[in-house]
């Protein structure tokens, strides 16, 4: 059973940094791109960061561009987010996804990558509290 789970969130104060974590189990993530997104109350999901399988092609949202980086370990089954200069409006609940890009046209891994959409991505974690506040 694909399942993905997310771990290293909480709470911090602005400016500080988190470092969030997303393990795999049941598939092999070499095959699969992998996002970060978020979703904050009375908001709706957004992309954060996504990055292809082999780390060759990411993309970032503009609004955490140079603050936060995307990352993988396949050899571990883990990708990562690593968030930095946090500000007060990153709190939200951090969510990880998957979808099996490996087999697919790679025009399409390039629409995942170029769009980071919620809607593209077929299995989700369960979330991790984000909280920025002094």
């Known amino acids: 059973q694909l399942q993905l789970v997310e771990s290293g969130g909480g709470l911090v104060q602005p400016g500080g940094s988190l470092r969030l974590s997303c393990a795999a189990s049941?598939?092999?993530?070499?095959?699969?791109?992998i996002g970060w997104f978020r979703q904050a109350p009375g908001k709706e999901r957004e992309g954060v960061s996504c990055?292809?399988?082999?780390?060759?092609?990411?993309y970032y949202a503009d609004s955490v561009k140079g603050r936060f980086t995307i990352s993988r370990d396949n050899a571990k089954n883990t990708a990562y987010l690593q968030m930095n200069s946090l500000k007060p409006e990153d709190t939200a609940v951090y969510y990880c996804?998957?979808?099996?890009?490996?087999?697919?046209?790679?025009?399409?891994?390039?629409?995942?990558?170029?769009?980071?959409?919620?809607?593209?991505?077929?299995?989700w974690g369960q979330g991790t509290q984000v909280t920025v506040s002094s």
């Open positions: 049941g598939f092999t993530l070499d095959y699969y791109a």
């Open positions: 990055i292809s399988s082999s780390s060759g092609r990411t």
């Open positions: 996804a998957a979808v099996r890009t490996f087999g697919r046209q790679p025009i399409y891994t390039i629409r995942v990558l170029n769009t980071c959409t919620a809607g593209d991505f077929a299995s």
